[in-house]
């Protein structure tokens, strides 16, 4: 099977749906600097820029879906506390269906707060309770489960081993969704691999399976053996296990088995990637397709997000750029539908991605000394350039000179440009998180007046450059003389 016939599966999808039974966690991300020893301990005083939540556990795999296309609706428990209720919000805002979210009180929605400084973390504070739900509140979680699985193409039971899928809880979801026909796909915790007793499969990666088994795998050549073992201890349909830098194998119980080869180019961050396996996975079998395409798909998507700082989730285009798809066909201007592909292919690739942004009015000296300055600090270089409407706004009503089209022109033309888009905000706020680059570049001058986009790229293990400026070239000066000169 060839990245060709992956596309087609891929193109092929439609929008399975996908019913998640787990763990709900809410993830914080503390983010600043570290700026001297607290005089009340020894212990550093972290002065914060950045407070930003995101899904984790059950809902990283439900963004990973969504993110896909896919239909989602998530079974799970939160507190009668604002984490609980910035969960549900969070889950409702890209689309998944919360109906089936339990909220159970004297119970903490589980929150997993991480201090970051320098790209890294240098504390974690857990908000939890692990213990076993009451019978009461297990019995009113899974009402209604027969008439979701109903609706379902697969069901994926995500399993962090904060109490909500108990032993009985596992039983009966198995149970329902084996008996209506439905693929049943487990993200496995602890060593005890009987719980899963039914399932379709189940994702350990390899410390995972060593633990479950009680004995270490030195070589790739004794993972098969122990797949075996695991299905047959679980009477599963399948084992599929990931390998970090060595890929995915999987073994199914007809004894079709291969190992595919890692896709990553670079890898940063390998939080989450569990999740994103295990929702490709789900996807793919939801649309009725063979394992071993959802194994290829998954270990695709896996490879683009490695290569991002914290759980990540992957398009359908970025996926589809991955395997050939979605280049640009209009040389280096990119159209704003275009530019996640373009940015997928490069991070396929494992570049490293510098950003930078301005109006490029009339092109001189100076700019092209500072472009190549920003390209040396990369290995591709995008540049966003304001459209005629913000720098009207920016500049007054006689600027631009030369229009966006001639402006995109001109600097797609340049050597060390690689790709240039358009954005009409009068900040490059939402472009730049669009982006997240590896660098973002401006200049000097902005030094004393506050980079935008600085905290969101810093927060997410990006770097902010400075560049020199060439004394005595601008565009302003250049409109200035030829003023002076028409006079």
Not at 222 to 236: G, K, W
Not at 431 to 447: C, H, N, Q, S, Y
Not at 477 to 482: F, K, L, P, Y
Request: some cysteine; aromatic content about 4%.
């Amino acid at each position: 099977m060839d990245d060709r016939d992956l596309l087609r599966t891929l193109d092929d999808l439609g929008t399975p749906r996908v019913l998640i039974v787990g763990d709900l966690i809410l993830d914080r991300y503390v983010t600043g600097e570290v700026v001297r020893i607290s005089p009340e301990a020894p212990i550093p005083v972290l002065a914060a820029r950045r407070d930003e939540h995101r899904l984790g556990g059950a809902g990283n795999v439900a963004a990973n879906l969504r993110s896909m296309e896919a239909e989602v609706e998530v079974i799970g428990v939160v507190g009668n506390d604002g984490r609980g209720r910035m969960l549900v919000e969070l889950l409702g805002a890209i689309g998944v269906e919360t109906d089936g979210v339990l909220t159970v009180r004297d119970r903490p929605t589980t929150d997993k707060t991480r201090m970051i400084s320098g790209g890294q973390q240098i504390l974690r504070v857990d908000f939890e309770e692990a213990g076993p739900l009451a019978a009461e509140d297990a019995q009113r979680l899974l009402a209604g489960l027969s008439a979701r699985v109903a609706k379902a193409g697969a069901v994926v039971l995500s399993d962090y081993g904060k109490g909500v899928l108990g032993d009985a809880a596992l039983a009966e979801v198995i149970r329902v969704a084996r008996g209506a026909g439905v693929p049943v796909l487990v993200d496995p915790k602890g060593s005890d691999y009987g719980r899963y007793r039914g399932a379709t499969l189940v994702t350990p990666n390899r410390k995972e399976v060593e633990e479950a088994l009680g004995r270490q795998l030195p070589d790739l050549d004794d993972v098969p053996a122990a797949a075996e073992e695991l299905a047959r201890i679980a009477d599963l349909d399948a084992v599929v296990v990931t390998l970090g830098a060595d890929g995915i194998y999987f073994r199914a119980r007809d004894g079709t088995e291969d190992r595919v080869p890692t896709m990553a180019r670079a890898v940063f961050d390998v939080t989450g990637a569990g999740d994103t396996v295990i929702a490709h996975l789900a996807l793919v079998l939801a649309a009725g397709r063979p394992l071993a395409q959802a194994v290829r798909l998954a270990n695709h998507a896996a490879g683009i997000v490695v290569g991002r700082r914290g759980a990540a989730s992957v398009t359908r285009a970025e996926l589809a750029a991955a395997l050939g798809a979605g280049r640009r066909k209009t040389g280096a201007i990119l159209a704003a539908e275009e530019l996640q592909a373009q940015l997928a292919e490069w991070r396929a690739e494992g570049k490293r991605i510098a950003f930078t942004n301005g109006c490029f009015d009339v092109l001189h000296a100076g700019h092209v000394d500072y472009l190549r300055r920003a390209r040396a600090r990369a290995d591709v270089l995008l540049v966003g350039v304001n459209d005629d409407a913000s720098v009207r706004r920016l500049k007054g009503e006689a600027r631009p000179i030369n229009p966006l089209e001639d402006r995109l022109c001109v600097l797609a033309a340049l050597e060390m440009v690689d790709a240039v888009v358009a954005f009409g905000e009068d900040t490059p706020e939402r472009i730049i998180r669009e982006v997240t680059p590896d660098v973002l570049v401006k200049g000097e001058d902005w030094a004393q007046k506050g980079v935008v986009g600085r905290d969101w790229v810093e927060s997410h293990g990006g770097e902010v450059y400075l560049a020199p400026l060439v004394p005595g070239r601008s565009t302003t000066g250049i409109v200035e003389r030829m003023q002076r000169r028409g006079t």
